[in-house]
């Protein structure tokens, strides 16, 4: 990995340290915008589980925790340090139980079958370790039938669309489409 690769891995990818730090500030006003508009394809509803992978700043998290005001939110995210810039900014719901944020890695979830009916993933998918096994471990723990998933990517992710459809069709997700968004483009499947 070249130099300048492994400044944005530090920054962005897996965010780590200062550098780590400033670059949450910098995602939380950059893809903002995109979030919520992958987040109104979801249609959130009051009682639902969500769970959002690879959270960051933690903005997506608080707009989960208004839409979704009776039911769960969880988060799972690879970086220490957007695990506590993430519940700063969600404080009172991470203490009130309403929000549950973890560090971890999205390969090896932490929580049980079928817990979740909707799941989403922001420029976070393109450094994942293992996507394919990703994508299954999330179907996992997303209730079967009901569960709804939508990976967005914005231009600056570098994630191409092309084969995405299949690699989530063969971790066992039907429906799948893609939408095109102002800022770049959102899967959208269900667990099946
Ligand atoms: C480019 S940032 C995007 C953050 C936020 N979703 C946004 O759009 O501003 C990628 C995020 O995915 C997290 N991440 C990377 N690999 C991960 C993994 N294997 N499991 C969980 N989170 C991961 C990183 O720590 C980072 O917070």
Not at 111 to 134: P, R
Not at 152 to 159: A, K
Request: with cysteine.
């Amino acid at each position: 990995m070249s130099i300048v690769d492994n400044l944005f891995m530090q920054m962005f990818g897996r965010p780590q340290g200062m550098l780590g730090r400033f670059g949450g500030i910098i995602m939380a006003r950059m893809n903002k915008e995109f979030t919520y508009s992958v987040i109104d394809l979801l249609d959130i509803q009051p009682n639902d589980r969500v769970l959002e992978i690879g959270f960051g700043s933690g903005m997506g998290i608080q707009r989960l925790a208004k839409l979704a005001s009776t039911g769960y939110i969880a988060g799972i995210d690879y970086s220490k340090e957007m695990v506590e810039q993430a519940t700063a900014m969600n404080l009172k719901k991470v203490e009130a139980g309403l929000v549950d944020l973890r560090q971890g890695s999205v390969e090896s979830l932490p929580f049980e079958d079928n817990t979740f009916n909707k799941a989403l993933a922001v420029n976070s998918m393109q450094v994942w370790s293992d996507a394919a096994k990703a994508l299954q471990e999330i179907r996992r723990v997303q209730k079967k039938v009901e569960g709804k998933i939508a990976l967005g990517f914005t231009p600056y992710s570098g994630q191409s669309s092309h084969g995405l459809i299949e690699i989530l069709t063969t971790a066992g997700f039907t429906e799948v489409k893609l939408v095109n968004l102002d800022d770049g483009f959102c899967l959208l499947a269900i667990a099946s």
